[in-house]
């Protein structure tokens, strides 16, 4: 971690604290040795923003369908017809860098709790699977031309997860049947399901600490009077109080960023020392609210311990950040990808310090 005149960010966090990808979608090769509480990875379209994400998700993860859930986050189709092999190649060949799933997936996390994994995928050769040096160089005896996924938890043990494609087509995803904590990863582009928003208030309300939340939200949002749980078509609904409207109504009638922003600050509270993944994180909220939603964010995920990893495109929602972090820039990092002369993605990490220095002289930082 990145230190400066004596500062030590977020020393005392559970935290991830470096991550090490090699042949994951565009990337051959990519290591970040300095990560905050707070992380915002900006760069231009196609260089890999999002895939940073899915590399560290998928680690954090414990099942076989990851490649799927991307796909379909994505825009891409979940439905497959076709050979095994074609099926397969399908679903799990845009995980490789290049599609070459002969060179194996390994993605490396280092950290002080269960978010410190590893996942290493291949595929099996001769019907015998080997594991890298970081799994401990084990080896076993497995179906010849197999797909492996297998993940190394915090305790040094390797877990495998597998996958089968049953004759009528149908796939079906394992997973290493371990009890993980709650790591969420938000997509830019799927809606956030209503009963898990509300399902994640109502964690919160059992811990008795909803009324906190409520209370930092409608600071922020004044004319959103109170936040609770009402029950519609038997189903769970996160309901709003607002000015004006005689009858509470469901958080996603009153605007769908609103919707957004409240299950992330959910996820981030509800589940303290986790892990919270989110792809553009601005996605719909008014400029006006940028200095608001990160003062939010800034304050749960410090009081939470939880750490963040989040894109963005926005100059404004990055000075918004360095505004509202005030003097205290100390657990947050700035990540740009950009590419080479070749054409390869590189990554570059600058301390919350260097980006408060850089939006002061006016330099592009995205």
């Known amino acids: 971690m990145l230190q400066e005149n004596g500062d030590t960010p977020c020393a005392s966090f559970q935290m991830i604290r470096t991550l090490n990808v090699n042949n994951f979608r565009c990337f051959r090769e990519l290591s970040a040795a300095d990560c905050g509480l707070v992380n915002v990875i900006v760069g231009d379209n196609g260089v890999g923003k999002t895939t940073i994400l899915e590399a560290i998700f998928a680690a954090l993860n414990a099942g076989t369908d990851i490649a799927i859930r991307y796909r379909q986050q994505r825009g891409l189709e979940g439905n497959f017809t076709g050979s095994p092999k074609v099926i397969e190649d399908a679903i799990f060949s845009d995980l490789f860098f290049q599609k070459d799933t002969t060179k194996a997936i390994s993605i490396e996390l280092s950290g002080d709790g269960p978010e410190a994994r590893s996942l290493y995928i291949s595929r099996s050769q001769g019907g015998t699977m080997f594991l890298p040096a970081f799994m401990g160089e084990t080896s076993g005896t497995t179906g010849l031309g197999t ?101 509470k109504i469901p958080v996603a009638n009153v605007s769908g960023a609103i919707s957004r922003i409240i299950a992330i600050l959910l996820a981030i509270t509800a589940h303290p020392g986790g892990v919270v993944l989110v792809d553009e994180l601005e996605n719909g909220v008014y400029y006006k609210h940028y200095g608001s939603v990160w003062r939010s964010v800034l304050s749960f995920c410090r009081s939470s311990r939880t750490q963040i990893f989040t894109t963005t495109h926005s100059l404004e929602w990055l000075t918004a950040l360095v505004e509202a972090a005030g003097k205290d820039v100390s657990d947050i990092m700035l990540w740009r990808v950009e590419r080479s002369e070749g054409g390869a993605p590189l990554l570059r990490t600058f301390t919350g310090k260097q980006l408060k220095a850089g939006l002061e002289i006016g330099g592009e930082l995205r």
């Open 147 to 247: 797909l492996l996924f297998q993940w190394k938890d915090a305790t040094g043990n390797v877990r495998p997860a597998s996958f089968q494609i049953n004759p009528n087509g149908s796939v079906g995803f394992g997973n290493t049947g371990e009890d993980l904590p709650d790591f969420f990863y938000f997509s830019s582009m799927q809606p956030i399901g209503a009963q898990e928003t509300a399902g994640r208030f109502s964690e919160l309300s059992k811990a008795r600490r909803s009324k906190d939340f409520v209370g930092a939200f409608v600071r922020e949002y004044p004319w959103i009077e109170d936040l609770n749980i009402e029950v519609v078509g038997g189903a769970p609904v996160l309901h709003a109080t607002v000015t004006g409207i005689d009858e």
